[in-house]
């Protein structure tokens, strides 16, 4: 059981919009630390996508953006593309002794 | 290039340990905190730890501590993690991951080192 929770699965066509949540606690998100997320396309390493709650890296194209408020982060995808279509992780800072970093359990992102 | 290379899969008896090697290249290796996380088949990340590669420093996760040892050799640019009394729930993809300057985030990855745990 991942301390960040996301939803498994979201869907959407070609060209529309979508959003991926990751709920936290006063622990991590709540607590102000960042959230970042990372795209991981099948049979591939994670990649950083955002950082920072809304900074996307150099390459990262400007569909992809990411928000955050209270205890939660939404990450947003528009026009959606094929090659959109992969799993989706949310991360951030736990003051909990057990783990210092934390992560969302994933959402696979199927483009239909 | 800056890239972060990961030794080859690795397949282990169950009790067995194992040593996987993230090379780093690009880069100095004392820079940047390295992160190590797993991911087992069909499941998704766990956060493992983080060495310091400049003073050697590490922090486990509670459920590692005691079987998993982060090192580095500053001499060849490499980071280590070594994990003992394997089990079957180990078997998963080991990822290296540096910890960049925005926000703590990783914002290099290895490609992954499988390890398989079997009798």
């Known amino acids: 059981q991942s301390v960040l929770t996301q939803p498994p699965s979201v869907s959407g066509a070609p060209g529309q919009r979508v959003t991926i949540s990751c709920t936290g606690s006063r622990s991590n998100i709540g607590a102000g630390y960042a959230v970042h997320w990372y795209q991981q396309l099948p049979g591939a390493a994670p990649k950083l996508l955002i950082y920072?709650?809304?900074i996307r890296p150099s390459g990262v194209p400007d569909r992809f953006s990411g928000s955050k408020s209270g205890t939660s982060a939404s990450l947003a995808i528009t026009g959606l593309q094929a090659e959109d279509e992969a799993y989706y992780y949310c991360?951030?800072?736990?003051?909990?002794?057990?783990?210092?970093?934390?992560f969302g359990g994933g959402t696979k992102l199927t483009v239909l | 290039q800056v890239q972060l290379v990961q030794s080859g899969a690795e397949v282990k008896k169950p009790g067995a340990s194992v040593k996987v090697s993230c090379k780093t290249s690009?880069?100095?290796?004392?820079?940047?905190?390295m992160h190590w996380v797993r991911q087992a088949p069909g499941q998704g990340l766990e956060w493992m730890g983080w060495i310091n590669p400049n003073s050697g420093a590490t922090n486990y996760v509670q459920k590692f501590q005691g079987r998993v040892t982060l090192t580095r050799d500053t001499s060849i640019s490499a980071a280590y993690m070594e994990m003992n009394r394997l089990t079957s729930d180990d078997t998963a993809f080991y990822y290296c991951?540096?910890?960049?300057?925005?926000?703590?985030?990783?914002?290099?990855w290895g490609q992954g080192t499988l390890v398989t745990v079997s009798s």
């Open positions: 690009g880069y100095t290796l004392t820079d940047y905190y």
């Open positions: 991360q951030s800072f736990d003051i909990s002794p057990s783990a210092s970093r934390v």
């Open positions: 920072g709650n809304n």
């Open positions: 991951a540096r910890e960049g300057d925005g926000y703590d985030s990783f914002d290099l």
